[in-house]
């Protein structure tokens, strides 16, 4: 059973992915290449649904697909790797996207945690061998920052803010 | 100049305390070598040829007298007692312990001072013109802007993990003294008809393998929109950037493949489309951070003629002080190319020294330049004889701002991993060969600068003359460019010919001034001259006669 950070707290993860052994309504995170090639049996299924992104894939490709998704994952794939915080701003920000924002791979670690976080990521796959309980610290490892960021982090102060305030 | 404020020091503070855990994680094994490096380049930290090398950020250049003082007492108590500043308005520490350094950045956090994204492929500190503020010529002071891109770029929650470096330099003024036009992004001040303040932003520019001259992606932005239109851009950079040859990484090479005005309409689209999430930057904030930069409480005060007699102080005067705003001042380069030194290096004792000059004869306030040397921007003109009278005492005075040997050179393979060959024994070549003041007041203003390897940090294709070491079969070899120039109108420099050997460089050199010298017009400067006639005649005598022929 694999564990992850939801909301700073440490749960079992309900969700599979394709491969995975599940029964055939349980929660299913598909990449967004399987939601291509079959969007129509995807989008039926009876159970919730949800794509993992690769960095190269673009946000706009599910705009249309968001409303009947419950989980959007990020790849972290390694340390360097920045567009997922992109994609995270994006989909929480432009796209109103309210479900589940996980962020998973090798680089998710607890020194990305406090910009997963500000870019809306509420949900963190560690990758193995992370700490969850430094993790959760990481998650306020500042209490003050410049820029607009998710409701995920409460700063006690903060410089610039946004022509809306994120939700 | 500006002050933090309780969330500023809390954020530095906040970095401290994250990278001294970071480094304690590394140290007792818990993070690898590769999982720490990203971390530790986000606070300046590389590891060089002998030890780590520390590079500190002095937002785009401006000290305090307190400040010069604690990067002397660092530069003492943890390092060698030296500092090096660099092209980019840097201070680097080439001896510090890896086990010291989360220390010495809580010592400088006391002093408002900091590492951030001094590295790594992030947002990096920002730079401006030296004489920002006191220039007659500039549109507005830079410097506010500055500081308002450091807040906001600083441990920015999207952009702090780019394809690569990114760096943004602001000028206030058309002369351009920051170099602006071969960064990332260069910000010029403007105002548009109505009289309205903003910016002019080019994109695109940069050295390095690929040098390329920024490019205009807007002409007049007004200065609300100055955060949520530099986001639109980086967002269009880190999502498209490529990300798979660190050498085809930079968004000059994004710029090119795309053309400037596909870019510009990427832009454009996503600036608007973000448009209900923009980063406001409220007027009220900009007034809060001009505040801090106010002109100094100036004397009234006339001008006064030029020094007379000593004919060094008169050398100095005209070399290395420069006309203010402000009538009875000067503001004064220190020059930190004293011949048989390296090129951008102080000790802690000139330092120490310096900041307490500073604080009797400037506002306590020291500036770094882009060319390696200090500036005391605010000085009264009926201090200058006394000031020099100082400043030649620690060997600050070398009259020799302009001119060939205020040269700029990277530290080369002596410090620098990445290097091809050294740079630091060519300058003290060229410091030699070009030792006598008249002969080098009669060359006029040339710009020498020079890199130890194709990254440029030496700024090499934008010198009058550039010399870029390079690795011939696992000898120091060196190429000479001519025809650069990184203000006015931008250029880069053409090469001559085969490289040199490292003994030959500062001959070669003489070969070239010396041909200027036969063909120049009346009051014609080297650039002007080069231009004129283009390399050929320069390249025909550059080289050695061979032997045969001699
Ligand atoms: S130009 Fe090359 S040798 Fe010089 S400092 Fe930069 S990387 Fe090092």
Same mark, same amino acid.
């Given at each position: 059973?694999?564990?992850?950070?939801?909301?700073?707290?440490?749960?079992?993860?309900?969700?599979?992915?394709?491969?995975?052994?599940?029964?055939?309504?349980?929660?299913?995170?598909?990449?967004?290449?399987?939601?291509?090639?079959?969007?129509?049996?995807?989008?039926?299924?009876?159970?919730?649904?949800?794509?993992?992104?690769?960095?190269?894939?673009?946000?706009?490709?599910?705009?249309?697909?968001?409303?009947?998704?419950?989980?959007?994952?990020?790849?972290?794939?390694?340390?360097?790797?920045?567009?997922?915080?992109? @994609?995270?701003?994006?989909?929480?920000?432009?796209?109103?996207?309210?479900?589940?924002?996980?962020?998973?791979?090798?680089?998710?670690? @607890?020194?990305?945690?406090?910009?997963?976080?500000?870019?809306?990521?509420?949900?963190?796959?560690?990758?193995?061998?992370?700490?969850?309980?430094?993790?959760?610290?990481?998650?306020?490892?500042?209490?003050?920052?410049?820029?607009?960021?998710?409701? @995920?982090?409460?700063?006690?102060?903060?410089?610039?803010?946004?022509?809306?305030?994120?939700? | 100049?500006?002050?933090?404020?309780?969330?500023?020091?809390?954020?530095?503070?906040?970095?401290?305390?994250?990278?001294?855990?970071?480094?304690?994680?590394?140290?007792?094994?818990?993070?690898?070598?590769?999982?720490?490096?990203?971390?530790?380049?986000?606070?300046?930290?590389?590891?060089?040829?002998?030890?780590?090398?520390?590079?500190?950020?002095?937002?785009?250049?401006?000290?305090?007298?307190?400040?010069?003082? %604690?990067?002397?007492?660092?530069?003492?108590?943890?390092?060698?007692?030296? &500092?090096?500043?660099?092209?980019?308005?840097?201070?680097?520490?080439?001896?510090?312990?890896?086990?010291?350094? /989360?220390?010495?950045?809580?010592?400088?956090? %006391?002093?408002?001072?900091?590492?951030?994204?001094?590295?790594?492929?992030?947002?990096?500190?920002?730079?401006?013109?030296?004489?920002?503020?006191?220039?007659?010529?500039?549109?507005?002071?830079?410097?506010?802007?500055?500081?308002?891109?450091?807040?906001?770029?600083?441990?920015?929650?999207?952009?702090? $993990?780019?394809?690569?470096?990114?760096?943004?330099?602001?000028?206030?003024?058309?002369?351009?003294?920051?170099?602006?036009?071969?960064?990332?992004?260069?910000? =010029?001040?403007?105002?548009?008809?109505?009289?309205?303040?903003?910016?002019?932003?080019?994109?695109?520019?940069?050295? &390095?393998?690929?040098?390329?001259?920024?490019?205009?992606?807007?002409?007049?932005?007004?200065? *609300?929109?100055?955060?949520?239109?530099?986001?639109?851009?980086?967002?269009?950079? #880190?999502?498209?950037?490529?990300?798979?040859? !660190?050498?085809?990484?930079?968004?000059?090479?994004?710029?090119?493949?795309?053309?400037?005005?596909?870019?510009?309409?990427?832009?454009?689209?996503?600036?608007?489309?973000?448009?209900?999430?923009?980063?406001?930057?409220?007027? *009220?904030? +900009?007034?809060?951070?001009?505040?801090?930069?106010? /002109?100094?409480? $100036?004397?009234?005060?006339?001008?006064?003629?030029?020094?007379?007699?000593?004919?060094?102080?008169?050398?100095?005067?005209?070399?290395?002080?420069?006309? =203010?705003?402000?009538?009875?001042?000067?503001?004064?380069?220190?020059?930190?190319?004293?011949?048989?030194?390296?090129?951008?290096?102080?000790? *802690?004792?000139?330092?120490? *020294?310096?900041?307490?000059?500073?604080?009797?004869?400037?506002?306590?306030?020291?500036?770094?330049?882009?060319?390696?040397?200090?500036?005391?921007?605010?000085?009264?003109?009926?201090?200058?004889?006394?000031?020099?009278?100082?400043?030649?005492?620690?060997?600050?005075?070398?009259?020799?701002?302009?001119?060939?040997?205020?040269?700029?050179?990277?530290?080369?393979?002596?410090?620098?991993?990445?290097?091809?060959?050294?740079?630091?024994?060519?300058?003290?070549?060229?410091?030699?060969?070009?030792?006598?003041?008249?002969?080098? $007041?009669?060359?006029?203003?040339?710009?020498?600068?020079?890199?130890?390897?194709? #990254?440029?940090?030496?700024?090499?294709?934008?010198?009058? !003359?550039?010399?870029?070491?390079?690795?011939? =079969?696992?000898?120091?070899?060196?190429?000479? %460019?001519?025809?650069?120039?990184?203000?006015?109108?931008?250029?880069?420099?053409?090469?001559?010919?085969?490289?040199?050997?490292?003994?030959?460089?500062?001959?070669?050199?003489?070969?070239?001034?010396?041909?200027?010298?036969?063909?120049?017009?009346?009051?014609?400067?080297?650039?002007? %001259? +080069?231009?004129?006639?283009? !390399?050929?005649?320069?390249?025909?005598?550059?080289?050695?006669?061979?032997?045969?022929?001699?």
């Amino acid at each position: 059973m694999r564990l992850i950070l939801r909301q700073r707290e440490l749960v079992a993860d309900a969700w599979r992915y394709a491969g995975e052994e599940a029964g055939a309504d349980a929660p299913l995170i598909a990449t967004l290449a399987e939601l291509r090639t079959d969007p129509e049996r995807h989008l039926a299924r009876r159970g919730a649904l949800g794509v993992r992104l690769t960095p190269v894939d673009r946000v706009e490709e599910l705009a249309t697909h968001l409303p009947r998704l419950a989980l959007v994952a990020c790849e972290f794939p390694g340390p360097g790797e920045g567009r997922g915080y992109s @994609q995270g701003r994006l989909l929480r920000e432009r796209y109103g996207f309210a479900g589940e924002l996980r962020a998973v791979g090798a680089g998710v670690k @607890q020194d990305l945690v406090f910009h997963l976080a500000r870019c809306g990521f509420d949900a963190l796959e560690l990758a193995p061998g992370e700490d969850p309980a430094a993790a959760v610290r990481a998650w306020q490892r500042y209490e003050v920052g410049y820029q607009p960021g998710a409701a @995920q982090v409460v700063l006690r102060r903060q410089r610039f803010f946004a022509a809306t305030p994120p939700a | 100049m500006y002050q933090y404020d309780e969330l500023d020091q809390a954020l530095v503070d906040a970095r401290v305390a994250e990278f001294r855990d970071q480094t304690r994680r590394h140290l007792a094994g818990e993070l690898s070598e590769e999982e720490f490096r990203p971390l530790r380049l986000r606070n300046g930290l590389y590891i060089q040829r002998h030890a780590p090398m520390l590079r500190i950020a002095i937002p785009y250049g401006l000290l305090s007298a307190r400040q010069l003082h %604690t990067l002397a007492a660092v530069a003492r108590r943890y390092d060698r007692g030296y &500092g090096h500043f660099t092209t980019r308005q840097n201070l680097q520490l080439n001896w510090p312990r890896l086990e010291d350094v /989360p220390e010495i950045l809580a010592q400088l956090a %006391t002093v408002q001072m900091h590492s951030i994204q001094t590295s790594g492929n992030c947002i990096r500190n920002v730079t401006a013109d030296h004489l920002a503020g006191v220039a007659a010529d500039e549109v507005d002071d830079p410097r506010p802007y500055c500081e308002i891109i450091r807040q906001w770029s600083s441990v920015h929650p999207e952009f702090t $993990y780019l394809p690569r470096k990114f760096k943004i330099a602001v000028t206030g003024s058309p002369a351009d003294r920051a170099a602006s036009e071969v960064h990332d992004v260069g910000l =010029h001040l403007v105002r548009d008809a109505q009289g309205q303040l903003g910016f002019t932003v080019l994109v695109g520019g940069g050295l &390095g393998r690929m040098p390329i001259i920024g490019q205009v992606i807007r002409e007049f932005l007004p200065v *609300a929109d100055l955060l949520s239109y530099l986001e639109a851009i980086l967002r269009i950079y #880190n999502r498209q950037g490529r990300r798979d040859n !660190i050498h085809r990484a930079r968004i000059k090479v994004l710029v090119k493949a795309l053309g400037i005005e596909r870019f510009r309409d990427l832009v454009e689209a996503e600036w608007q489309e973000n448009r209900p999430h923009h980063v406001q930057l409220p007027q *009220a904030e +900009v007034e809060r951070v001009r505040a801090f930069f106010r /002109p100094q409480p $100036y004397e009234i005060l006339a001008d006064l003629p030029a020094p007379a007699g000593n004919a060094r102080l008169q050398a100095w005067y005209r070399y290395n002080t420069h006309a =203010h705003k402000v009538p009875g001042y000067r503001a004064v380069f220190v020059s930190l190319k004293a011949h048989g030194e390296v090129p951008g290096d102080m000790s *802690a004792e000139q330092m120490d *020294a310096l900041a307490e000059i500073a604080r009797r004869y400037s506002f306590g306030l020291v500036r770094v330049t882009h060319t390696q040397n200090l500036l005391l921007a605010d000085v009264r003109q009926r201090d200058l004889e006394a000031l020099w009278r100082e400043l030649e005492a620690l060997r600050l005075a070398t009259p020799n701002i302009g001119t060939l040997t205020d040269m700029i050179a990277c530290p080369g393979l002596d410090f620098c991993s990445l290097a091809n060959a050294g740079t630091l024994d060519v300058a003290r070549q060229i410091q030699q060969r070009f030792d006598d003041l008249d002969y080098l $007041y009669d060359l006029g203003e040339i710009e020498i600068k020079m890199s130890g390897c194709m #990254n440029a940090c030496g700024h090499h294709h934008v010198g009058h !003359i550039g010399i870029l070491g390079v690795d011939k =079969h696992g000898e120091e070899w060196y190429q000479i %460019t001519l025809g650069g120039s990184a203000s006015g109108v931008t250029a880069l420099g053409e090469v001559i010919g085969p490289s040199v050997r490292k003994n030959e460089v500062a001959a070669t050199i003489e070969r070239i001034v010396e041909v200027y010298r036969g063909v120049r017009a009346d009051g014609e400067r080297f650039l002007d %001259t +080069v231009r004129r006639l283009g !390399i050929k005649p320069f390249k025909e005598q550059a080289y050695a006669p061979h032997p045969a022929a001699a």
